[in-house]
C-alpha cells in the first residue's frame, strides 16, 4: 500500500511575519522557508507506518513554485522514496490544491493520503477535507492517532470535547494534529541520499484541472494593536487594579 | 439580498454556543432568509427549538436521519450539500472542531471556495479573516456568482439573542449517505467548570506550573473566581491536561473579559488564541517572557507564591 503525503512550502515557524507597509501581503522576500510543522507530522506518521509494514512506498507531493523542491528534499531526506512537484506560481487556493491531490491520488492511487490539518500561512484548514470529498473517500481530521488494520483505519481525533475515534475504509484521507509524533530530526547523510531519490515535475494544467475561482485577497493589515505592558509590584496591587476594572 | 443557512452544531440535546455566535455573524449580512439546518437522527425538537429562539433566525429545518447519530463530516456533507441546493447564497457553521471538519467537504461537494474564521462582514462576499496565527488580518472577496462557504470564528462574535420565535419544519433531503465512516467512541472530559470556550472568565497554565499535580492550583484559583481552565500547548504536550484545554492557534480561539496567564511565557501561537480577551493578566517568575510585552497586567513573581496569594486575597 502506498502513501502520498501533501507537503506545503510556508514562511518558517519561528519568522515574526511583517506586513508590507502597501498593505499588499505579508513579506516573504528574504525570510526563511521551510515544510508546514503540520505537514511534517504527517511525513512523519507515513515513515512510522512504513516501519510497521503497512506501507511500502511514500510519496511526498507539493503544489508550489520551483524553490518548493527543497521541502520535498526535506520529505525525501526524512524517509519518502519520491516525490512530485506540481509546479505554479501562482497562489493556489486550497479548492485548487485539492483538485490537484486527489487527481494525483486517482493516479497513484494511494491506500492513504496524510496531511496536515492546517497550513501555518493561511490557516485554512480546508485542503485535506476538500481532497476527501473530491476523491470521494473518507476523512479523518485533526488525527492524534492512527492504527491501520487491513482495509480500515482507525483514527483518534483531536475535538473541542476531547477526543473522538473513528473507523475509516481506506483509501481515506488523514490530517494530523499536533500531539500525533514528534517529527525526526534530519541527518546529513540522510539528506546526501535524498539528492539521489526522483522528483518528477509537472504543472496544474499538465494535470488537466481547472483552477478554483479565487478568494481575491484585497488587504493585509496588521491586527489591532494592543497596549500591554504595564507591570504591578504585587497581588495586592494587581487585586485593586482588577477591583477597579470591575472584573472582581 | 442573501438567503442565509447555518448549521447547527449540538450535542446531547443542546445547541452550541457557535451556532449562536454564526447567527449573529449572519445578521450582519443584511439576510433576507437566515434559516438553521439541524441534523438528528432522531428528536431533536430541544435543539430545533433553542434554534428558532435565535434573534433573526427565519426558519428552522430539521433533518432527521438514522446516520446523523454522531455528526460525521462524511455523513452531513452530502445532506447539506444537498439542501444548500435550495437557492441558498450563503451557508455558515462555526468554526468549532465541527464545523471545521465539515464546511470544506460541503465546499468542495459544491465546488467553491471557503472563507475560514470570518471575524467581520464587510459585504455580502468580503469578509476579514485572520492568517499567520492572526498576526496580520485579510480581507477576502469571494466570488459573488457562487454558494459562499464560511466558518465563523467565535471570538469575534458575541451569541445572537433568544428573543426570536421561527418556524420549525421538518425537512427531508434527497442525498446519497456513505457508509465509508463510522464513529467508535468519544472520550470527552466532563467539568462542572464554565466551558473554556465561552467563559466569561479564564485561568490557564502553562509548563511553569510543572506538574499534573500541581495544576490543581490553577483549578483552585479558576473555581475561587468562578472561571474556566484553559492551558497552553507546553502543558497539554507535556501531559498536565487534556487536550480540549488547549488555547492558541490550533487550539480554542478564546475572548473571555479576563484571562489570567500563570505561568506563560507567551509564545504567538498562545497569544492567537487570546488577542480578543478584555483584559490579561500575566503572572510569570521570568521578567522577559513576551507574555509581559501583551499583558495588561503583569506580575513578576513565583507562582506558587503569588497564586495562592491572589486566591486568598479574592476571599
Redesign the interface.
Known amino acids: 500500500m502506498k502513501a502520498m503525503v501533501c507537503v506545503k512550502r510556508v514562511?518558517d515557524y519561528n519568522v515574526?511575519?511583517q506586513?508590507k507597509p502597501d498593505e499588499s501581503g505579508?513579506v516573504t522576500e528574504g525570510v526563511k522557508m521551510s515544510m508546514n510543522p503540520f505537514d511534517e507530522i504527517a511525513v512523519e506518521e507515513a515513515l512510522r507506518l512504513k516501519e510497521a509494514g503497512k506501507i511500502d512506498e511514500i510519496i511526498a507531493v507539493t503544489i508550489g513554485p520551483q524553490q518548493a523542491q527543497e521541502q520535498l528534499r526535506t520529505a525525501l531526506a526524512m524517509g519518502a522514496d519520491r516525490a512530485i512537484l506540481v509546479q505554479t506560481d501562482e497562489a493556489v487556493?486550497?479548492?485548487t490544491a485539492?483538485r490537484v491531490f486527489a487527481e494525483l491520488a486517482g493516479k497513484e492511487e494511494p491506500g492513504v493520503v496524510l496531511m496536515g490539518?492546517?497550513a501555518?500561512?493561511?490557516?485554512?484548514?480546508?485542503?485535506?477535507?476538500?481532497?476527501?470529498?473530491?476523491w470521494?473517500?473518507?476523512?479523518a481530521?485533526?488525527a492524534?492517532k492512527v492504527e491501520i488494520e487491513g482495509e480500515s483505519a482507525?483514527v483518534t481525533?483531536?475535538?473541542?470535547?476531547?477526543?473522538?475515534?473513528?473507523?475509516?475504509?481506506l483509501p481515506?484521507v488523514i490530517t494530523t494534529?499536533?500531539?500525533l509524533n514528534e517529527p525526526r530530526y534530519v541527518k546529513l547523510p540522510d539528506i546526501m541520499k535524498a539528492k539521489k531519490k526522483t522528483i518528477d515535475n509537472t504543472t496544474v494544467e499538465e494535470l488537466g484541472v481547472e483552477a478554483?475561482?479565487?478568494?481575491?485577497?484585497?488587504?493585509?493589515?496588521?491586527?489591532p494593536a494592543?497596549?500591554?505592558?504595564?507591570?504591578?509590584?504585587?497581588?495586592?496591587e494587581?487585586?485593586s487594579?482588577?477591583k477597579n476594572?470591575g472584573?472582581? | 439580498m442573501s438567503k442565509v443557512l447555518i448549521i447547527a452544531e449540538h450535542?446531547a440535546g443542546k445547541l452550541s454556543a457557535a451556532t449562536g455566535k454564526a447567527v449573529r455573524c449572519a445578521q450582519d449580512l443584511g439576510p433576507e432568509a437566515l434559516e438553521v439546518a439541524v441534523f438528528v437522527h432522531e428528536g431533536g425538537d430541544d435543539v430545533a427549538g433553542a434554534a428558532a429562539k435565535l434573534d433573526g433566525v427565519t426558519r428552522v429545518l430539521k433533518v432527521t436521519d438514522p446516520a446523523n447519530e454522531n455528526a460525521?463530516?462524511?455523513v452531513l456533507?452530502p445532506q447539506v450539500a444537498s439542501l444548500v441546493q435550495d437557492g441558498y447564497t450563503h451557508v455558515l457553521v462555526g468554526n468549532?472542531?465541527?464545523g471545521?471538519?465539515?464546511?470544506?467537504?460541503?465546499?468542495?461537494?459544491l465546488?467553491?471556495?471557503?472563507?475560514?474564521?470570518v471575524m467581520k462582514v464587510e459585504g455580502e462576499y468580503?469578509f476579514q479573516r485572520?492568517?499567520?496565527?492572526?498576526?496580520?488580518?485579510?480581507?477576502?472577496?469571494?466570488?459573488g456568482d457562487?454558494v459562499l462557504c464560511a466558518t465563523v470564528r467565535g471570538a469575534s462574535y458575541p451569541a445572537a439573542g433568544e428573543g426570536g420565535n421561527a418556524e420549525v419544519e421538518d425537512r427531508q433531503v434527497d442525498a446519497e449517505i456513505?457508509q465509508?465512516?463510522?464513529?467508535?467512541?468519544?472520550?470527552?472530559?466532563k467539568s462542572d467548570r464554565p466551558d473554556l470556550?465561552t467563559a466569561p472568565?479564564v485561568v490557564s497554565g502553562g509548563r511553569g506550573v510543572g506538574s499534573e499535580e500541581n495544576f490543581k492550583i490553577i483549578y483552585s484559583l479558576a473555581d475561587k473566581?468562578g472561571a474556566g481552565v484553559g492551558a497552553s500547548?507546553a502543558a497539554?504536550?507535556a501531559g498536565y491536561v487534556?487536550?480540549?484545554m488547549q488555547v492558541g492557534?490550533?487550539g480554542?480561539i478564546i475572548a473571555p473579559?479576563?484571562y489570567v496567564a500563570i505561568g506563560i511565557s507567551g509564545a504567538?501561537q498562545h497569544w492567537a488564541g487570546i488577542?480578543d480577551a478584555?483584559?490579561?493578566?500575566a503572572i510569570n517568575k521570568d521578567e522577559e517572557a513576551p507574555i509581559?510585552?501583551?499583558?495588561?497586567?503583569?506580575?513578576?513573581?513565583d507562582l506558587f507564591e503569588?497564586v495562592p496569594?491572589?486566591e486568598k486575597?479574592?476571599d
Open positions: 514562511v515574526r511575519i506586513v505579508v487556493q486550497p479548492l485539492a490539518k492546517q501555518i500561512d493561511d490557516d485554512q484548514g480546508q485542503t485535506g477535507q476538500m481532497t476527501a470529498a473530491l470521494q473517500r473518507p476523512q481530521t485533526f492524534s482507525k481525533r483531536e475535538i473541542d470535547a476531547g477526543l473522538e475515534t473513528i473507523e475509516v475504509d481515506a494534529d499536533l500531539r478554483a475561482k479565487p478568494l481575491k485577497v484585497t488587504r493585509t493589515a496588521p491586527p494592543r497596549q500591554g505592558g504595564k507591570k504591578v509590584e504585587s497581588v495586592q494587581l487585586v487594579e482588577l476594572k472584573l472582581i | 450535542d460525521l463530516a462524511a456533507a468549532s472542531t465541527f471545521k471538519d465539515l464546511m470544506p467537504r460541503v465546499a468542495a461537494l465546488g467553491v471556495p471557503q472563507v475560514t474564521d468580503v485572520p492568517i499567520y496565527a492572526g498576526n496580520a488580518i485579510t480581507t477576502v472577496e469571494a466570488p457562487q456513505p465509508h465512516t463510522r464513529f467508535v467512541g468519544r472520550e470527552v472530559h470556550a472568565k473566581l500547548r497539554v504536550d487534556p487536550n480540549d492557534q490550533t480554542k473579559e479576563l504567538i488577542k478584555g483584559t490579561i493578566v509581559f510585552e501583551v499583558a495588561d497586567l503583569g506580575l513578576v513573581a503569588a496569594e491572589l486575597a479574592l
